[in-house]
């Protein structure tokens, strides 16, 4: 049997750019190992943003697949590796691990018991974060829940799980972060837009998002700055109110009780492997 015809369950798709010496520490691996124990098929899919280091080659030793793309942000990176995932469920994680892959399993079970979307929470404990992250993701909450009305805690979590025809429609219903803008792809490592705008659009669309506590450790990094994190944020933001007045998102009564009708069509589908697995510890 040919491997493009083998039904994958799980697709772990992980950006990159200029990793190198993450790589080489064994993060993959790490992944890797914990695919490799799951009882059904997956795959590990790096999204490599243009990176000027030695990400590629290295990245090719452990990953089924690493996708070469333009430098064009995090983001993009992101829907690139999404549209070319396989697996009935896609989880993303960022490279270092701040949540550990282990925590995936409580995403996993969210799924199974229903969800369309679990994002992973930290609720409001940063630790080991300086001050000024702490601040930033505060007012990011604060911020995407009075302007947006999203309930949700934490929005900034790179660690998410969804199915992955819900997260393809979503992607096809963005307008900040449209695929079809490279443009608005770029931007800062911390991408809190996209992540915000996807979330929006989610809940518009009636999909049952679901915060699931995972765990977190703060991982140092040059490249996160605040103020230019605070400003390309608050940015967006902005911009997502924009869309969002201009009428440019689906209509949250129509799209919804459209989701539903389809929800109710494929309630009686046989369930993937990734639902019907019952969560490792």
């Given at each position: 049997m040919r491997s493009e015809d083998i039904l994958i369950a799980l697709s772990v798709v992980i950006p990159a750019y200029n990793e190198g010496s993450a790589i080489e520490a064994g993060v993959l691996e790490v992944v890797r190992a914990w695919l490799e124990a799951r009882p059904f098929p997956t795959e590990l899919i790096v999204a490599d943003d243009g990176s000027t280091d030695d990400t590629i080659p290295l990245a090719l030793?452990?990953?089924?697949?690493?996708?070469?793309?333009?430098?064009?942000?995090?983001?993009?990176?992101?829907?690139?590796?999404?549209r070319d995932a396989r697996g009935e469920i896609v989880l993303l994680s960022d490279m270092d691990l701040a949540t550990p892959i282990e925590d995936g399993s409580f995403l996993l079970e969210a799924i199974?018991?229903?969800?369309?979307?679990?994002?992973?929470s930290r609720g409001m404990s940063r630790p080991g974060a300086p001050p000024q992250r702490y601040i930033l993701s505060l007012g990011q909450m604060l911020l995407s829940r009075v302007l947006l009305g999203l309930p949700f805690s934490d929005t900034q979590c790179?660690?998410?799980?969804?199915?992955?025809?819900?997260?393809?429609?979503?992607?096809?219903?963005?307008?900040?972060?449209?695929?079809?803008?490279?443009?608005?792809?770029?931007?800062?490592g911390v991408t809190s837009g996209f992540d915000v705008e996807c979330l929006l659009v989610a809940r518009r669309l009636g999909l049952d998002i679901r915060e699931t506590p995972v765990s977190w450790k703060h991982m140092a990094s040059r490249r996160v700055r605040p103020a230019t994190e605070a400003w390309r944020g608050t940015r967006d933001l902005f911009r997502i109110v924009a869309a969002r007045r201009a009428g440019l998102y689906p209509?949250?009564?129509?799209?919804?009780?459209?989701?539903?009708?389809?929800?109710?069509?494929?309630r009686d589908r046989n369930p993937s492997a990734a639902e019907t697995w019952a969560a490792p510890k």
């Open positions: 030793h452990t990953a089924d697949r690493v996708l070469e793309l333009p430098h064009s942000g995090k983001a993009a990176a992101l829907c690139a590796g999404v199974r018991a229903g969800a369309d979307v679990a994002i992973g790179g660690f998410k799980a969804w199915r992955r025809q819900d997260l393809l429609t979503v992607l096809d219903q963005l307008v900040v972060y449209a695929p079809d803008r490279p443009d608005s792809l770029k931007g800062a209509s949250a009564r129509t799209e919804s009780s459209a989701w539903l009708r389809r929800l109710d069509v494929n």
